[in-house]
């Protein structure tokens, strides 16, 4: 301190006398930096708010008729594929007596071939749910 004047002297100052201006920028850096990131963090809700959201359509998508056709085919396959195992798995079952092992394993298929049924015709309904508590969150 000089004679006759007050300063305030930081700690810093009197360990380097460069030293304090720099932690005086590193702190407004800080600073600064977290207000940019609350910034980007709350921008995304504005900035997104904007924009429309349209259903899904494959309306001039090329190729969508495509496949529309070809998730048609599959899911056909899927049914004839649980179609085979239904009956796979009731002739084992019958056929063994239903008490051997074979007749367990025929009991199996039926109940997997009911399952994969029940899963193809649910698939539909569980995207578009999902697709709509997605959507519903933003």
């Known amino acids: 301190m000089k004679q006759g004047t007050e300063e305030l002297v930081t700690i810093a100052e009197v ?5 304090g201006r720099r932690c005086h920028h590193r702190r407004a850096a800080r600073i600064a930096g977290g207000v940019m990131c609350a910034a980007v963090v709350s921008a995304p809700g504005r ?3 904007a924009i429309a959201d349209p259903a899904p359509s494959n309306a001039g998508l090329p190729g969508g008729a495509l496949v529309a056709q070809v998730l048609g ?3 056909w396959l899927g049914l004839a ?3 085979v195992a239904i009956i796979f798995g009731a002739a084992t079952w019958r056929g063994m007596g239903g008490n051997s092992g074979r007749g367990v ?3 199996a ?3 997997a071939g009911m399952l994969g049924a029940m899963l193809i ?4 309904i569980a995207v578009n749910t999902l697709y709509g508590a997605g959507n519903a969150g933003g």
Do not use: Q, R, T
């Not at 360990?15 to 030293?19: D, N, Q």
């Not at 015709?121 to 539909?124: C, F, H, Q």
């Open 105 to 107: 394993e025929g009991k």
């Open 121 to 124: 015709g649910l698939s539909v």
């Open 73 to 75: 085919w599959a899911k």
């Open 15 to 19: 360990a380097s006398p460069g030293e």
């Open 47 to 49: 900035v997104f708010a």
């Open 109 to 111: 298929y039926v109940m």
């Open 81 to 83: 594929a649980c179609i």
